[in-house]
């Protein structure tokens, strides 16, 4: 509002909410994947950058034909633990709306949440966990 803006109801808009907890969960771990990414970096031999300043090879070429080849199983390794995480999600939705507004920030271990703690229905839960349990060792280990 100091600016111009004006106030937006971010937790209560079911436009909004979902990029407000995206914004939430990017910036909580950015840390530990810029992390992740600078010991990957740190992997990649400098013989490598050196043969190809001397072949001849611009920054854009040792990017694309040295870096991201080096840094692809880490890709793969952080796609899977990121896809993993985000069927995981039960905190910030749970705490910031309950799954609301009109179950836009529902996710599985909030619904499997609701359907054990608040429907008392346990068997149905423990069924779903199971099937989520089953789901995420379908993804194979990372590298």
């Known amino acids: 509002m100091l600016v111009g803006g004006h106030p937006q109801s971010w937790l209560q808009d079911p436009l909004l909410v979902r990029e407000a907890i ?5 910036w909580a771990n950015f840390g530990s994947t810029l992390l992740i990414y600078l010991a990957a970096l740190q992997d990649v031999p400098s013989e490598h950058y050196e043969a190809a300043e001397i072949e001849g090879a611009n920054p854009f070429q040792r990017i694309v034909y040295i870096t991201f080849p080096s840094l692809y199983p880490t890709m793969i390794t952080t796609f899977i633990l990121q896809v993993i995480a985000v069927v995981q999600i039960f905190t910030e939705p749970f705490l910031l709306t309950k799954g609301g507004p009109g179950n836009a920030t529902l996710t ?3 619904v499997i949440y609701n359907k054990a703690f608040l ?3 346990f ?7 199971l099937s989520l349990i089953i789901i995420l060792g379908c993804f194979p280990p990372y590298i």
């Open 119 to 121: 429907n008392n229905d």
């Open 108 to 110: 599985p271990v909030l």
């Open 123 to 129: 068997g149905l839960a423990s069924a779903w966990s």
């Open 22 to 26: 995206i914004v939430l969960l990017t």
